[in-house]
């Protein structure tokens, strides 16, 4: 069993066994990172955050849909700034726009990127904390600098973990242990509250240690402006951010392209423009799906008519193996299947044993099965 099936399998039990204690600690032995851990989930998974201060409990769920450009060029209280070597792995260009955005009050930070700034706001005060200007090569996000602080008085190491921290666990979304304050490793259980308070949720194991540095293989995706342009249907705007410079087939940070977010809106002008301006119909997103393996799945057919006609691949495979037919023929969207059988679908395709043909049959739908005999 992995580490991390077995860490939150144990969830419930070790919320349990600590609720009047402190903190348990995991052994460097049984972790993949070969250091002593804190585990914090009996605070970070159960508390819930509360303000007596309405302005601040408006601001931690006001990001909404923002594109963070009212915090551009936003300097932090804070005037000290630090060299980093801290470098994260993107896919050739990090375009400007969302890395994370809170939404409940347990999440503590907004994160946004305006194309050479990360911008690390707290969320229950809207205010800018922290900036870290970066550069970009042979597809690294290399950070020069950072100014600023997360926390009073931390070390330039612990800023450095900090930041590391919030990238990875927010923007990517990935467990990995939060820097603790040296100060509280005597008492576990403050180490905790203090945990919960600078992190929220996002945090599950913490290290006493400014110097760690977690490491992640996951690249480091923004939601582009133009990626929200598409979620509003802002026709001006998706061509501004275009001529702006955003690359139209880019990933978004759930691993989607403009045209997989294309599918959502019920405005088909938005793929039509998408198109226009250049977009690949056969766009994959990271589990190797095209915008008309979404369309079919959202039961569009004029997403799905209009992606065929733009020469979208009938035939494509996911990472899986599963095409567009197979979702079709699973999910019962008989008039789909005529559509994609008409374009020239493959019956025959297997992935993971199945055919489109078995997947109807499994759900016993009688119509869909007759097409496909």
């Not at 666990?169 to 990995?176: A, C, N, P």
């Not at 039961?299 to 599963?322: Q, S």
């Amino acid at each position: 069993m992995s580490f991390f099936k077995k860490f939150f399998s144990n969830n419930k039990k070790q919320q349990t066994d600590t609720s009047e204690n402190d903190l348990p600690w995991i052994a460097a032995s049984e972790n993949p990172w070969n250091v002593k851990l804190l585990d914090l989930r009996p605070i970070s998974q159960t508390m819930i955050s509360t303000s007596q201060n309405q302005q601040m409990a408006k601001n931690a769920v006001s990001y909404g849909t923002e594109n963070g450009r009212n915090f551009w060029d936003i300097k932090p209280e804070s005037d000290r700034t630090i060299a980093s070597n801290l470098t994260f792995t993107i896919d050739g260009y990090l375009a400007p726009g969302v890395l994370f955005t809170p939404n409940t009050m347990e999440h503590k930070w907004a994160i946004y990127y305006d194309g050479e700034y990360l911008i690390f706001v707290r969320s229950w005060l809207r205010e800018v904390f922290v900036i870290a200007k970066t550069s970009q090569a042979k597809n690294q996000l290399i950070i020069e600098n950072i100014t600023g602080e997360f926390t009073e008085d931390e070390t330039s190491a612990f800023t450095n973990s900090f930041l590391n921290f919030l990238l990875i666990s927010h923007s990517i979304g990935e467990v990995v242990p939060a820097p603790l304050p040296k100060t509280l490793i005597n008492n576990t259980k403050n180490a905790g509250y203090w945990a919960f308070s600078s992190y929220g949720n996002m945090a599950n194991l913490g290290i006493f240690d400014d110097n760690f540095i977690a490491q992640t293989n996951s690249a480091l995706r923004t939601h582009s402006l133009l990626h929200i342009a598409v979620a509003q249907s802002n026709l001006e705007e998706i061509e501004n951010q275009v001529n702006n410079g955003i690359h139209i087939n880019s990933l978004a940070g759930d691993g989607l392209a403009t045209l997989h977010w294309a599918i959502a809106s019920e405005r088909i002008e938005v793929i039509q423009k998408l198109l226009e301006l250049g977009a690949d119909p056969n766009v994959r997103s990271i589990q190797g799906a095209t915008p008309i393996m979404n369309a079919v799945q959202s039961n569009k057919i004029k997403h799905t008519m209009t992606l065929l006609d733009a020469n979208a691949e009938v035939n494509a495979k996911d990472n899986r193996g599963f095409t567009a037919l197979h979702r079709a023929a699973e999910m019962g969207h008989e008039e789909i299947v005529v559509l994609l059988l008409e374009h020239g679908a493959d019956k025959s395709i297997q992935a993971e044993g199945y055919t489109a043909l078995s997947l109807a049959e499994s759900r016993e739908n009688k119509a869909i099965v007759k097409l496909l005999k």
